[in-house]
C-alpha cells in the first residue's frame, strides 16, 4: 500500500496526466487505465530530478469495450481529445488482436480486459495502469508490483511483447534516462 501511496504522489506532480486522468473518468469509458510510457516516465523524471513531463511525447488511454469492435467506435473516443493540449494514444484492448499481427510481426491471441493488455507490455517496469474512479480514488494495477519502476530497472516482460520491441524500448528510455538499470534477460 505504501508504494501505492508513493506512486500516486509521484503521479500527482504531471499536470497533464492528472487532467487525463479526470477527463478519462468523465468519459464513462469501461475497465478504462491509463498506462505505460506515460506513467513510468513521469515517475523516472521525478525521481532523477527533472520536471514531471520532461519527454512524454503521449499518453496511453485503454479501454476494453467487446461490444462494439469497430474503428469507428474507437474513433469516437479518439475523437473526444482532438482539444487535448498533448497526444492521448487511444486503444480499445478489446480489438487489439484484429491489427497487432499487421503492426508487429506476431499474431496477438484476443484479450479478456485491459489488465491482459497491461500484462503484456514489453517491459516489466512498465506493467502499470492506474484509473480514477467516481468518488476521486486512484485506483492501480502493477502485476509486477512497483520494485523495478522505483529502481530505475527495465526488464523485459515474459509475458508477450516481441523482443524487438522491448529492445527499441528500452534503448530509447536509457538515452533519455541514462540512470536506468537495463537488463536483457528475463
Same mark, same amino acid.
Given at each position: 500500500?505504501?508504494? &501505492?501511496?508513493?506512486? =500516486?504522489?509521484?503521479?500527482? +506532480? ?5 487532467? #487525463?486522468?479526470?477527463?478519462? +473518468? ?6 478504462? @487505465? ?13 525521481? $532523477? ?12 488511454? !485503454? @479501454? ?25 494514444? #487511444? ?8 491489427? @497487432?499481427?499487421?503492426? &508487429? ?5 484476443? &484479450? ?13 517496469? *512498465? ?9 476521486? *480514488?486512484?485506483?492501480? @494495477? ?7 519502476? !522505483? ?14 520491441? &522491448?529492445? +527499441? ?6 538515452? =533519455? ?6 537488463? $536483457?534477460?528475463?
Amino acid at each position: 500500500m505504501a508504494g &501505492f501511496v508513493r506512486l =500516486q504522489d509521484l503521479l500527482s +506532480r504531471n499536470d497533464l496526466l492528472v487532467e #487525463v486522468l479526470g477527463r478519462a +473518468r468523465d468519459l464513462g469509458l469501461p475497465d478504462w @487505465y491509463l498506462t505505460a510510457g506515460c506513467l513510468v516516465q513521469t515517475v523516472w523524471n521525478v525521481l $532523477t530530478g527533472r520536471a514531471a513531463g520532461d519527454g512524454i511525447k503521449d499518453f496511453d488511454l !485503454f @479501454y476494453f469495450d467487446r461490444s462494439d469492435l469497430s474503428w469507428a467506435a474507437e474513433d469516437r473516443v479518439i475523437r473526444a481529445w482532438r482539444d487535448f493540449p498533448a497526444e492521448v494514444e #487511444v486503444r480499445n484492448e478489446a480489438r487489439v488482436h484484429l491489427w @497487432y499481427e499487421v503492426k &508487429f510481426g506476431v499474431p496477438c491471441l484476443p &484479450f479478456a480486459s485491459s489488465e491482459a493488455a497491461i500484462d503484456a507490455f514489453p517491459a516489466v517496469c *512498465s506493467c502499470l495502469g492506474v484509473r480514477l474512479e467516481p468518488d476521486g *480514488s486512484w485506483h492501480f @494495477y502493477a502485476p509486477h508490483g512497483l520494485d523495478d519502476l !522505483f529502481g530505475l530497472v527495465v526488464r523485459p516482460n515474459p509475458v508477450l511483447a516481441p523482443r524487438d520491441v &522491448f529492445e +527499441r524500448k528500452a534503448a530509447r528510455w536509457k538515452a =533519455q534516462w541514462p540512470e536506468l538499470t537495463v537488463l $536483457t534477460s528475463r
